[in-house]
């Protein structure tokens, strides 16, 4: 069974609407969970952190927690062009000292 | 200034050569991690180091050998590659072990011919 799991997409969100990126994980113990944007042919860079349950929101995106049901969520509001990427899921387990990621879902915003 | 680097960015090679990938982080970070992103795009860590001291070595053939001259350096060593070996390994970084944002180097597309 896969540690981190994601729709790998992909998913097409029309421009100006709500796309919604979900994640679920196997490991009750995870305490810490990040989302990475990563462009075709780039590196993975930070778009949001959360460590608490409930919603945390920065800008255009909102992270959401639930550790009683196992998953993390992005939303992305007004999407635009720009945000067409794969969004990779994170997730860190204390005592493993190591981030595993999911496959991915890649976005596609659509003019 | 760039805060993770890595070189070469390319790299194109004969199976059964050895090569080298270097890492640097000028964040003054106490962990770096090497990851291998395959064709399908699933990123996997293979190595980190707190403080040049090893610390994750997950399942990986010891054909692949990291070393970490100092905490700012992070180098991967590949022995006798194989086609199996081709894909982007990224370097990253992060202000210690745990529950740290980690920031990543460029990446290094091998592909093995």
């Known amino acids: 069974q896969k540690e981190v799991e994601q729709n790998s997409g992909p998913l097409s969100v029309p421009e100006g609407a709500i796309a919604s990126l979900n994640c679920t994980y196997s490991?009750?113990?995870?305490?810490?969970f990040f989302w990475y944007r990563q462009y075709s042919g780039k590196s993975p860079e930070l778009i949001m952190s959360?460590?608490?349950?409930g919603d945390k929101e920065d800008g255009r995106f909102t992270a959401q927690l639930n550790k009683a049901s196992q998953y993390v969520s992005l939303l992305i509001r007004d999407s635009q062009p720009s945000d067409s990427a794969t969004y990779l899921c994170?997730?860190?387990?204390?005592?493993?000292?190591?981030?595993?990621f999911g496959t991915g879902t890649r976005l596609t915003i659509i003019p | 200034d760039t805060a993770v680097s890595q070189t070469p960015k390319y790299l194109v090679t004969q199976m059964g050569n050895d090569k080298s990938i270097k890492c640097e982080q000028n964040?003054?970070?106490?962990?770096m991690y090497w990851y291998k992103q395959d064709s399908k795009k699933f990123l996997k860590i293979m190595f980190s180091?707190?403080?040049?001291?090893?610390?994750i070595n997950e399942t990986v053939p010891n054909r692949f050998s990291p070393k970490s001259p100092d905490k700012a350096h992070l180098n991967l060593h590949i022995n006798s590659l194989e086609l199996g070996d081709s894909a982007v390994y990224f370097c990253?970084?992060?202000?210690?072990?745990?529950?740290?944002?980690?920031?990543f180097g460029p990446g290094t597309r091998l592909l093995v011919l």
């Open positions: 959360i460590y608490s349950n």
């Open positions: 964040l003054g970070h106490d962990t």
């Open positions: 180091y707190n403080n040049k001291e090893l610390i």
């Open positions: 990253a970084s992060s202000q210690r072990q745990g529950f740290e944002t980690q920031y």
């Open positions: 994170a997730v860190d387990n204390f005592g493993n000292e190591k981030l595993t």
């Open positions: 490991d009750r113990g995870s305490q810490s």
